[in-house]
């Protein structure tokens, strides 16, 4: 989230909860903004020469846009923190074209040949220092002359002879500031005003309110967002943040469904020509992830991962929120559009909020859901673990390989494993300790589906761990974390199937068999709900064990369920959600079985639970 009544109240009262602030702001009222009259030198901006050519390093990015997530640093963790010294000026005063540039040149000394080659220049760049909005004749954003007094065409011209990609950002809609009374004309739009662009009844959208909703009914909306592209084309940026995006962005109903608005911005650049990167944003509701994924190259999943406190982030605020909202999102992710978690703010020591420990976790789950790599960081700044973390090779090509995006091979807790299948036959294993204190974390090779010794790599400390066989278990500190290559030596595991549907098994309270054509068998077990159970009946090993068994089920959204075998007391697990109800993923679970016959119950309890397809159970410990 990017723009000025939210940023606003959480500057005036950042001990309070987010919810609670985003709760008042509702309670307020925006007040509609007037139409600064450019001066001579903005004018010229506004109708400069066509587009300029992407930086040397960027020839032929109209054939890779968003083939792997980006890179770079972005402002809006600096400018939105309450830091000593970040913003002396008053809040979100460290947007200058001074910062902006100063960042550039750290960027290309000290990260740009690790793949960091992207600045982006976040809200507030057409605001004055108090927060106030400039607009052209046009009614489109302006630079304020305070903070970019050569304006934005001689910035992006100063990251381009960087060999660096230049980004903008724009909140969605038409900002109430440039309607002008409807008066305001629309360029290259003969006929056109901003009174043709919205409704009649100036209803509002985005995540703030800020601006009143397109009608893309009348083509002056498509018009509009057509003179803006072409304006951002015109002064040479590579990238785009949309911000306040909806459906999302805390926002639902037909006002704040902005798809429309993403589409008419994806026709825009394309009429450009120039290759633009378009990001939206933020908490984006995943029900519309097909359009996010035809109309952009990226899109946000989740809150703001700043802080708006005395430091850049803390664990608390929403970095470790992220654990239980990724899996959702793991499938949707691929060349040409990410699953982006928000900056990441790991190299500053002190003024990122974190301990070492934390930062490793956050830089860990971000390149194993392949979200782009972006920091908010002082890049004059950095310290030597930060770089490290930032700039280590092994790490950055685990966020941009082919293999798939890492989901949970373990229920959703304190103590997580996740993984991935690389096209070499190795896994990507991450164990996570979220816990407040140190833990031990285990990860079985049964939950990837092998068995025997396995070599393993520790990519963050660049060591050969050597032979383990059939699991490795670590001690992490609190929120710790290690990042492994795992590379099977020994065997496919051999499993029996058990379908959730299969007439040996018992049913009791609401559960029930119902088509599922992503199951094996094309069927499941859900309605799992209100004291409901799945017994399945006859599990059959030879030997009494503790076994890894693979569970394969849907859930929309994560959900407890009670799992026990026998007559045991059961543990409530929580699975992530796989992210619809089409979509099958599978979670291991340790189970005591004994030689011969057993059952394994799924008990739903007094809450909702997933829905079941099957169980692979080891035919060997």
Not at 26 to 43: D, E, I, R, S
Not at 62 to 83: D, F, H, N
Not at 167 to 176: F, S, T
Request: glycine share 10%; charged share 20%; proline share 5%.
């Amino acid at each position: 989230m990017r723009s000025s009544p939210y940023r606003a109240l959480r500057g005036a009262f950042p001990g309070f909860p987010r919810r609670t602030v985003r709760s008042m702001l509702v309670l307020a009222v925006t007040a509609g903004l007037a139409v600064v009259v450019p001066t001579a030198a903005t004018q010229a901006l506004a109708v400069s020469p066509k587009p300029m050519p992407p930086a040397s390093n960027s020839a032929d990015v109209s054939s890779e846009l968003a083939a792997k997530p980006y890179m770079g640093w972005s402002s809006w963790s600096m400018q939105s923190s309450q830091y000593p010294g970040l913003n002396p000026d008053g809040n979100y005063s460290y947007l200058t074209e001074a910062n902006v540039l100063k960042q550039t040149d750290a960027l290309a000394i000290t990260l740009k040949k690790y793949g960091y080659d992207y600045v982006n220049i976040d809200a507030g760049w057409w605001m004055d220092k108090n927060w106030t909005s400039e607009f052209d004749q046009y009614g489109r954003q302006t630079p304020d002359p305070v903070r970019f007094p050569h304006g934005m065409k001689s910035v992006a011209d100063h990251i381009h002879a960087k060999g660096l990609r230049a980004g903008i950002y724009l909140p969605v809609g038409l900002e109430k500031g440039a309607y002008g009374g409807g008066k305001v004309p629309i360029r290259n739009a003969p006929g056109c005003t901003t009174a043709d662009v919205v409704y009649p009844d100036l209803r509002t959208t985005n995540g703030w309110d800020s601006a009143y909703k397109l009608d893309f009914d009348n083509p002056c909306a498509q018009k509009y967002i057509d003179s803006q592209a072409q304006m951002l084309a015109d002064w040479g940026y590579d990238f785009l943040k949309l911000d306040g995006v909806g459906p999302g962005s805390s926002k639902s109903g037909d006002n704040y469904d902005n798809v429309a608005d993403v589409a008419a911005w994806h026709r825009a650049i394309a009429a450009t020509g120039r290759p633009i990167h378009l990001e939206i944003s933020w908490s984006l509701d995943i029900g519309h992830a097909a359009d996010w994924k035809k109309y952009s190259n990226g899109w946000r999943i989740d809150t703001d991962v700043e802080c708006y406190c005395n430091t850049l982030v803390t664990w608390e605020n929403s970095v470790n929120d992220r654990w239980d909202d990724a899996p959702a999102w793991s499938h949707l992710a691929g060349p040409g559009g990410w699953n982006d978690l928000d900056a990441i703010d790991v190299g500053n020591g002190a003024m990122d909020g974190l301990t070492k420990a934390e930062r490793q976790s956050y830089m860990t789950l971000w390149a194993i859901n392949k979200s782009p790599l972006f920091t908010g960081d002082d890049l004059t700044r950095l310290d030597g673990y930060g770089l490290s973390l930032l700039t280590n090779q092994e790490v950055i090509a685990v966020d941009r390989n082919s293999s798939p995006v890492a989901r949970p091979v373990t229920p959703m807790g304190d103590q997580q494993v996740w993984g991935t299948k690389n096209a070499d036959g190795t896994y990507t294993v991450a164990l996570f300790n979220l816990g407040d204190s140190p833990s031990a974390v285990t990860a079985d090779w049964a939950s990837f589906g092998f068995t025997g010794a396995a070599s393993v790599r520790d990519l963050w400390n660049h060591q050969n761990l050597g032979t383990y066989k059939k699991r490795i278990t670590v001690t992490l500190p609190a929120h710790g974390s290690r990042l492994l290559t795992v590379r099977p030596g020994g065997s496919r595991l051999l499993t029996t199937g058990y379908e959730a549907e299969s007439a040996d098994n018992a049913l009791t309270g609401n559960a029930s068999v119902a088509v599922c054509d992503a199951c094996s068998g094309g069927k499941k077990v859900g309605n799992l709900y209100l004291d409901s159970k799945l017994q399945f009946n006859d599990i059959r090993v030879k030997k009494d064990g503790i076994y890894t068994v693979n569970v394969a089920y849907v859930s929309g959204d994560p959900r407890s369920v009670t799992v026990y075998s026998n007559s045991g007391n059961g543990t409530s697990l929580k699975f992530p959600s796989t992210g619809d109800w089409n979509t099958v993923d599978t979670v291991s679970v340790q189970l005591a079985l004994k030689a011969g016959s057993n059952t394994i119950t799924f008990d739903s309890g007094w809450d909702y639970a997933p829905d079941i397809d099957r169980i692979d159970v080891p035919k060997t410990l």
